[in-house]
């Protein structure tokens, strides 16, 4: 059993826990990810660690309410516990050599790609932040965010907050400015990384993805997070979650992330008196 | 004593109607009545060579266990098969005793050999029925100031924790899922391994003093090396199993409605997802193809077929005498509505919107056996044809999962992935390092696996009383 220490409700939609596990607290670098089970009865769902303190023995969490587990994992509340939490899964991040970097983070995707701009920020490096949401309502981690960035740039669909466009407007006009990055990171929807990779694959600028498929165990076992990588199969859950976005099969994997779509919905709508 | 029973065939195991069984999940077959137990212990001719005991990878001292039976002192049999044996409910259930102990048994030369497994099976469940079963439990009367890890829940970590439990040292296992039992529990299915045996064993353990970490997954939330310079374990013994799934790299194996076997089963049996309370969902649709020939392909495709599939078939490259399957499996497979295409190689899964449509396959024929003796099956040209499919399942085989490898230096193993260890003793290539079961073979046996975590816990023995 994982005691929530801490929870945060950071809009609408998206939540913050911060949960006591020394274990995975001890071990965590960014670009890893915890995977947890809320009950006996719950599906094991795959979570990117956001921050942790190797002392204080927490990681922390956020997530969006998209699915019956997620809505659930929403209601437990500070001194609750979360069944099964355990990690630190994946493959850390590799952020050696690179020096100047755009960390591009859409709507959720900002809480995994916040630990890796905090790490590169910290090493040194120059560090552009670009940060997407749908509105005003759903922007997170902004001051978070600022903290750990030589310039931060927010964008928003609508214009409600930050510049009205997409992430892959405001890249394009940086890169066009003679930003002159070696590295751009790009974390949120498949739809927004692909077009991410196909945009910096112009430039020739190297592109790291994070993946966040359907998993069990998370240890390589059941191949049910597998995605074709330059033609061949790997798995995210020990191969990844990062990869070359150049060389992702995005529509591949967004074929694969609707497979239980109607049952998850069907089950979510039940489990929030919708239906 | 009483008269040998002289019937040539064993005495039959009851089992649930094959087509009211194939739409549950409750196990298949139902046991022993303590009478057929008895009648059948009779049969047993009590022969002075034992061919049975050297037939069994754990030496149980199977003449003397039915002798108790015939003299209805189940207790007595139960202590006997425990004394090289930890876990009888299990082993009676999923060894193939057809090709270990029944095999050189006296009686089968004319007729059927003894049914030892069910005997097994009848003892170890007589005991479990039992309240106290689980917490009654001899714990170990000595005490070795030493701490031994055992990573890994599956059938040779259970088995060498027992064993070093007995002998006094500190026992603590590291499974990386949040359930102790490896492939006892999200491998083999209910209908013929209830969970609740496989706990029961687990409890027993734990009342004996082995420790269980649950959530700990060995290279990733502490690694070997940790353990022992660390955390202070004197040995490791390393039973991870294969867990990670062969694909066949065919085109349209990535199509939505393609599962491996580990995760079609992972889900159904860890995560119950033929349980409507649970929340994991499994998707099969109306025909479902298990392609395999193995152990694991008829749990998956008995498993679609109990989940609703209108239709389930196993498809196999070679013919039905190749196939690596239990014959009880297959012959129960059959018994259920599962069709066989054998001699059948698929060569693509077809797809429609992202999902699986049907699957390309060709007819094969075994060619005249080669130098070694074994028949290959060869492409019958131009015998393409579609298979009317809307879910395939992938049971091949297993590897070993790298994860430890990988995170141990030093721990070579060899060009299939599996760590290298002394047949007799299982010490790695690192001395406090020692494995067994699939890990060191490649996906085999429960029993096995346990004859090899049992030989490792004597090795670990000998090593750290140096």
Known sequence: MYKILEKKDLNNEVVYMKVDAPAVAKKCEPGQFIILRVNEQGERIPLTIEDYDREEGWVSIIFQKVGKTTYLLGTLNEQDYILDFVGPLGTASHTDGMKRVCVIGGGLGCAIAFPQAKKLYNNGAHVDIIAGFRNKDLVILQEEMKKVSTNYYLMTDDGSAGEKGLVTEKLKKLIEQGSNYDTVIAIGPVIMMKFVSLLTKEYGIKTIVSMNPIMIDGTGMCGGCRLTVGGETKFACVDGPDFDGHLVDFDSVLQRLSMYKEEENHKCNLFRGIE | ?466
């Open chain 2, 1 to 466: 004593m009483a008269k040998i029973n002289m019937t040539l065939v064993k005495t039959p195991m009851p089992e649930q109607d094959p087509m009211v069984r194939n739409c549950n999940f409750s196990e298949v077959s139902t046991g022993y009545t303590h009478q057929m137990a008895v009648e059948e212990a009779n049969r047993c001719l009590n022969c002075k060579h034992k061919p049975c005991v050297a037939g069994c990878p754990v030496n149980i001292d199977i003449p003397n266990f039915i002798k108790s039976i015939v003299n209805e002192n189940i207790e007595e049999a139960y202590n006997i098969i425990t004394k090289t044996n930890s876990l009888p409910a299990i082993c009676g259930r999923v060894c193939p005793q057809e090709s270990q102990c029944e095999l050189p048994c006296v009686r089968g030369i004319k007729g059927e050999p003894v049914a030892i497994g069910r005997l097994e099976r009848y003892v170890a469940d007589y005991m479990m029925a039992k309240e106290t079963f689980t917490t009654d439990v001899q714990k170990p009367s000595v005490k070795k100031n030493k701490k031994v890890a055992i990573v890994g829940s599956g059938p040779a970590g259970l088995a060498a924790a027992s064993d070093l439990c007995d002998m006094g040292y500190d026992v603590t296992i590291f499974e990386a899922l949040h359930k102790a039992g490896g492939v006892l529990v999200y491998g083999i299915p209910e209908f013929r391994l209830p969970k609740e045996i496989v706990s029961k064993e687990i409890e027993r353990l734990k009342t004996k003093g082995v420790k269980i970490l649950l959530n700990m997954v060995i290279g990733k939330t502490i690694s070997i090396a940790e353990l022992h310079d660390e955390e202070g374990f004197d040995a490791i013994f390393v039973g991870t199993g294969a867990g990670l799934p062969n694909f066949m790299n065919i085109p349209g194996e990535n199509l939505n409605g393609v599962y491996s076997a580990n995760e079609f089963l992972t889900r159904v049996n860890l995560m119950k997802a033929y349980d409507p309370a649970y929340d994991t969902p499994v998707y099969f649709g109306k025909h479902v193809a298990v392609v395999g020939g193995g152990n694991v392909a008829m749990d998956a495709a008995r498993a679609a077929k109990r989940l609703g599939a209108e239709h389930v078939s196993i498809v196999y490259r070679r013919s039905e005498k190749e196939m690596p399957a239990r014959i009880e499996e297959v012959h129960h497979a059959k018994q259920e509505g599962i069709d066989f295409h054998l001699l059948t190689n698929p060569t693509k899964i077809l797809g429609e919107k992202g999902w699986v449509k049907g699957m390309e396959c060709v007819k094969m024929q075994l060619s005249e056996p080669g130098p070694d003796g074994r028949r290959r099956p060869e492409v019958i040209p131009g015998s393409e044809y579609i298979l009317d499919v809307s879910s395939v399942i992938i049971a091949i085989g297993t590897s070993p999962n790298p994860l430890i490898k990988n995170t141990t230096s030093g721990l070579e193993t060899n060009k299939w992935g599996c760590i290298i260890a002394d047949q007799e003793t299982g010490q790695t290539t690192i001395p406090y390092i020692f494995a067994g079961g699939d890990v060191v073979t490649g996906a085999a046996t429960v029993i096995l696996a346990m004859g090899a975590g049992k030989k490792a816990a004597s090795a670990i023995d000998k090593y750290l009383d140096k």
